[in-house]
C-alpha cells in the first residue's frame, strides 16, 4: 500500500517557476507606449506578484491617453499570450529537477498564480509542467497578497496550509503564503525579500531539494540571511 503524503508543496509561477518577468516588461512597455507614457523596471517592480486588475489600475494612473480599462487588460494579455506562444517562455534554473524530485517523492503539489488563466494555460502547454491543482486569478475573490489563494490550493491538495510548502518570489506572494499559516521558502527574482522567523530565504531553486519529509535546503547552501 502506498502511504499517504504527510506534506505538500505549492508553486507560484511568475518568476519563481518561469523567467516571465523580461517577458513582461517589454508587453508592460509596449502597452505604456501606446498609453503615451514611458516604462522603467522600476514601474515593473510596482506590479510583481499582483493581479491584472492592479497592474492595469498603475498603469492607467501613469498613463498620458485616457483608455478603459478592460481595453489595457486585453492589450497586456494579448501580448504576453503571443509572445509566449511565439518564443515559449525561460524555465527558471532548477525549477524542473526540483518539480521532478517533488513528483518522485509523491508530494501533491499545486500552482498558485495572480495571473489570468489563459496566460496560466499558455505556460503550461509551452511548458509542459504539470500539476496536481491549479489555482490562478479567476478562482480567488481577492488575489495575492490575501491568503485567499493559497489556502484554496491547500484545499485543493488535500492538506491543513501549516502541512503545506509554499515557494514564492514576490512580497506580494509571501505575504500571501505567510497569512494563509503555511511554511514558505522565498525565492526573490526582483524585489528583495527579507529572513524573517519562519521564513527560508535562498537564492536560486538550485539550492534547494524534495524527499518525502517536503523542501529543504541542499547541504552546503546557505540561506541568505542565514
Known amino acids: 500500500m502506498t502511504q499517504q503524503a504527510s506534506t505538500a508543496v505549492l508553486f507560484d509561477m511568475d518568476g519563481l517557476l518561469i523567467d516571465s518577468e523580461p517577458l513582461w516588461l517589454q508587453v508592460e512597455t509596449a502597452v505604456m507606449a501606446r498609453l503615451g507614457a514611458e516604462w522603467t523596471e ?3 517592480a510596482q506590479l510583481i ?7 492595469v489600475r498603475y498603469m492607467l494612473s501613469r ?4 483608455v478603459p480599462a478592460n481595453v489595457v487588460g486585453e492589450w497586456l494579455m494579448s501580448g504576453i499570450a503571443e509572445l509566449v506562444r511565439r518564443d515559449g517562455v525561460p524555465i527558471q ?8 524530485e517533488v513528483a518522485a517523492a509523491g508530494l501533491p503539489h499545486a500552482l498558485v498564480t495572480s495571473s489570468e488563466r489563459r496566460f496560466m494555460d499558455q505556460v503550461l502547454a509551452s511548458t509542459g509542467l504539470r500539476f496536481d491543482a491549479l489555482v490562478c486569478a479567476e478562482d480567488v475573490s ?12 491547500a484545499k485543493l491538495v488535500g492538506m491543513p496550509p501549516g502541512d503545506c510548502f509554499a515557494l514564492d518570489d514576490s512580497p ?10 503555511c511554511r514558505v521558502i522565498a525565492v526573490p ?13 535562498v537564492r536560486s531553486l538550485l539550492g ?3 524527499d518525502a519529509d517536503g523542501i529543504s535546503v541542499r547541504p552546503g547552501i546557505a540561506p541568505l540571511g542565514g
Do not use: F
Not at 506580494?172 to 499559516?181: D, H, Q
Not at 527574482?189 to 530565504?201: K, N
Open 63 to 66: 498613463a498620458a491617453r485616457a
Open 42 to 44: 522600476a514601474d515593473q
Open 172 to 181: 506580494n506572494g509571501v505575504a500571501s503564503a505567510e497569512a494563509a499559516g
Open 142 to 153: 481577492v488575489t495575492k497578497p490575501d491568503p485567499e489563494a493559497y489556502l484554496l490550493a
Open 49 to 55: 506578484g499582483g493581479s491584472l486588475d492592479r497592474s
Open 93 to 100: 534554473p532548477g525549477a524542473r529537477e526540483l518539480l521532478a
Open 189 to 201: 527574482s526582483l524585489v528583495p525579500i527579507p529572513p524573517a522567523p519562519g521564513r527560508t530565504v
Open 208 to 210: 534547494l531539494r524534495a
